[in-house]
């Protein structure tokens, strides 16, 4: 069963209202996408999950690859999540957006192969790896071979008809585009991003006081710095032209060599202030 959605967010959104009621809770990565808010190792903290489930636990939302940590779970990973989701009865809400949009030397697992007994909503859409964001086209795909989904299917139905779907010219180029893609658009994207990613890399590694993350997925590298303390990181988006990523990586540099100060083991950032006297 396919459910077409404005967007994988819209997707998610069904998702959630439909499995949870007032009261319930959602099991969410963080870091994670900003629409639903496990540490940043780049896996799943099982044992922490594990303990984080209780008898009000609607969903366990799983971001493969993730967003904006660039992770590529492996399918043992995969697996060992839907152990503990099918113990204590907990459907997955995967968010596979960017589905087999991986670099090369890892492979991307659809959460529902590993085990069908753990009934799954898969949120997915053309955004990311064709390149359409405005198109507003996602969709929910339901996994659920054992017939646990019987009410969700219905409820899933009745909320999509409440919501303004994709343009009927979106729908309809779906089948070609699914069909027709050539595979020299997608290796030639990901080699794309990859040299940007490279680049980005390399100048950021080089800036006193970052840590970038090498991602093993398209979109993000994820500089780190300890400033305040604690493990802070931002996001760097590589679907940029290559011009335009030197100079946004220049000026990074610039920042941090104006305001990045070393003192022995530790860090200190000295940052401007705002008009209303908040760093910046």
């Not at 960017?98 to 053309?126: I, T």
Request: hydrophobic content about 40%; charged content about 20%; proline content about 9%.
């Amino acid at each position: 069963d396919v459910i077409l959605t404005s967007g994988c967010s819209s997707a998610l959104d069904l998702c959630i209202s439909v499995l949870a009621n007032p009261g319930d809770n959602i099991l969410i990565p963080r870091p994670g996408f900003s629409i639903y808010r496990t540490l940043a190792d780049g896996e799943v903290d099982l044992a922490h999950l594990e303990e984080s489930i209780d008898d009000r636990t609607a969903a366990i939302v799983v971001n493969n690859p993730s967003n904006p940590c660039g992770s590529v779970y492996t399918r043992e990973h995969l697996r060992a999540i839907a152990h503990i989701a099918e113990r204590y009865k907990v459907p997955i809400i995967a968010d596979e957006i960017y589905a087999h949009f991986v670099f090369p030397g890892h492979e991307f697992h659809w959460f529902a192969s590993v085990n069908p007994n753990v009934p799954v909503l898969s949120c997915g859409g053309l955004t990311k790896r064709w390149l359409v964001p405005g198109w507003r086209q996602g969709w929910i795909v339901i996994y659920d071979a054992k017939g646990h989904f019987a009410e969700v299917r219905k409820g899933l139905l009745a909320l999509s008809t409440r919501i303004l779907g994709p343009t009927p010219s979106a729908r309809a180029a779906i089948p070609d585009i699914l069909e027709f893609t050539p595979p020299e658009f997608y290796a030639s994207t990901l080699k794309c991003i990859e040299r940007t990613q490279a680049k980005s890399y390399a100048k950021l590694s080089a800036v006193p006081g970052l840590r970038p993350v090498m991602p093993r997925a398209p979109f993000r590298v994820l500089p780190a710095s300890r400033c305040f303390e604690i493990g802070m990181f931002f996001r760097i988006v590589l679907t940029v032209p290559s011009d335009m990523m030197t100079e946004a990586c220049d000026r990074i540099a610039q920042f941090c060599a104006a305001h990045h100060r070393p003192t022995g083991s530790s860090e200190v950032w000295s940052l401007p202030m705002t008009p209303e006297g908040s760093e910046v």
